[in-house]
């Protein structure tokens, strides 16, 4: 019988932290030197079931954790002293497989263990000779694992663990017969763990053939956003404004520690780096870094020696840090979901926190399926903190159509193809001899001088 999980929220959902699950001592020192010590509720619940040697179906969203929670369970049952692949993960895509990839790393690098990425778009001899050295851990898209099972260079005899990440996404992308036609060759398999945001017809058919219905279900409610404590607000900007707005809200708030938010590695680098030389104290943080240099990123932030961190989502991801004051988004996420998964990380343990959202006129649409799908409304606000009268949902009937009054305003304030940092730049450099804030006055900001002279 398929042993149902109780997804009823809890406040809080668990007490324990990482040292009350049976993990060796080398997940544990990896965990602390991430300054990670509490399981978020998917983790919890994926140790538990685990542990009892059953197989897992999990339904969660992006960002609850449950990457962390394949891993770690699975990881702490690997037997370093054998050289054969005993985990085969599997990703919808290359960049999902590297994620994975990413984290594998950074869990298990105390514990003498190798592992490697197959995915397309990259040397399959490279990767062959990775597989010849016997890494126990293998993570990979659908195609790339089959040519090299069908090539006899992955050998599935030892493989005692198999995940599918996201496999409602893997279906989508029609690669049910491959899945299958890789399971089927497994035939030591002791536990499947399969995690998706949806369990389609078709996943319930494969599970069905390979694990019948004994398993234990575990469904994670999406998270909403906790509007009672979180200050939730934007301003209405021109692109070519933003970051003299940034700078006047950080002049604002000196002593918050903040997480500035952008799209893009090369903005999150832009940013950095415009901040450190208008004299802000902040550091980046994306994907493109090596280990070695975001370890030192999130120390700094860590030891207060920097108070803004500039980042991307993915590269956020494993952010655990309490006391953090303000999160900016400089950009609208394009996902709605992006927007809990960034913002929670202020107001946390019962403390209160500010989420500022800088909204071009073109960027109303991603706001609004912000609002819908977590059910909540920003203030829109000036300078002071006050309160201003949103006219960004009035419509006109035209033309036979409904049409937004900002249609026209998105030809002098929006993007237009050129790139962020060729907006804001130029009118920044003007000011760049003095760390500055810019003052609003209605929809325009001028220049305040303030701070420290730049001049080294």
């Known amino acids: ?103 594998v790393f950074e869990l298990s690098k105390y514990m003498y263990m190798k ?6 778009g990259q040397s399959k ?5 990775e597989l010849a050295k016997g890494p126990q851990v293998i993570i990979g898209t659908v195609g790339r694992v089959k040519d090299l099972i069908d090539m006899k260079k992955i050998k599935l005899s030892d493989v005692n663990y198999f995940i599918l990440d996201e496999v409602d996404r893997m279906l989508d992308m029609w690669f049910i017969d491959d899945i299958d036609y890789i399971w089927s060759r497994m035939l030591n398999i002791e536990q499947a763990l399969t995690f998706s945001a949806t369990i389609p017809h078709e996943l319930k058919d494969l599970l069905s053939r390979y694990i019948g219905d004994d398993y234990t279900s575990i469904k994670i409610k999406a998270q909403q956003v906790v509007a009672s404590k979180i200050d939730h607000v934007f301003m209405e900007v021109s692109a070519f404004k933003k970051y003299e707005v940034l700078k006047w809200i950080l002049n604002k708030n000196p002593e918050n520690k903040t997480i500035i938010f952008a799209e893009t590695k090369r903005l999150v680098d832009e940013l950095a780096n415009q901040l450190l030389g208008d004299w802000f104290e902040a550091v980046a943080l994306h994907g493109d870094m090596e280990q070695r240099d975001r370890f030192q990123t999130l120390k700094k932030i860590k030891n207060n020696d920097m108070n803004i961190l500039v980042a991307t989502d993915v590269a956020a991801r494993w952010l655990n840090m309490n006391q953090i004051d303000m999160v900016v988004n400089f950009e609208v996420p394009n996902d709605p979901e992006s927007y809990v998964h960034r913002i929670w990380r202020t107001a946390r343990a019962g403390a209160e926190g500010k989420a500022i959202m800088l909204v071009t006129a073109g960027e109303y649409n991603s706001l609004h399926s912000i609002e819908k799908r977590n059910k909540l409304t920003l203030k829109k606000v000036d300078e002071t903190w006050a309160e201003l009268v949103r006219t960004d949902q009035r419509r006109w009937w035209g033309g036979g159509k409904w049409r937004s009054r900002f ?50």
Not at 25 to 44: C, F, G, M, N, S
Not at 115 to 120: A, F, P, T, Y
Not at 125 to 129: D, F, G, H, L, W
Request: one cysteine or more; a positive charge; charged letters at 25%.
């Open 1 to 103: 019988m398929t042993k149902k999980v109780d997804t009823t929220p809890k406040e809080p959902i668990d007490a324990r932290t990482f040292k009350d699950f049976d993990l060796n001592r080398y997940l544990i020192t990896a965990l602390e030197k991430k300054w990670y010590d509490t399981p978020t509720e998917i983790q919890q619940k994926t140790l538990d079931a685990f542990q009892s040697w059953g197989h897992i179906v999990g339904q969660s969203q992006t960002g609850t954790g449950k990457t962390a929670a394949f891993l770690l369970p699975v990881l702490n049952k690997i037997d370093t002293q054998k050289r054969a692949p005993q985990v085969l993960i599997l990703a919808p895509t290359r960049e999902l497989a590297q994620q994975i990839r990413d984290e």
């Open 115 to 120: 592992s490697v990425s197959c995915v397309g």
């Open 125 to 129: 001899r490279r990767q062959i000779e």
């Open 407 to 456: 249609r026209k305003a998105w030809s002098w304030g929006g993007y237009r193809g050129r790139s962020w940092g060729s907006r804001w730049r130029s009118s920044s450099s003007r000011n760049s001899g003095s760390r500055s804030s810019g003052g609003y006055r209605g929809s325009s900001w001028s220049s305040r001088s303030g701070g420290r002279s730049s001049s080294r």
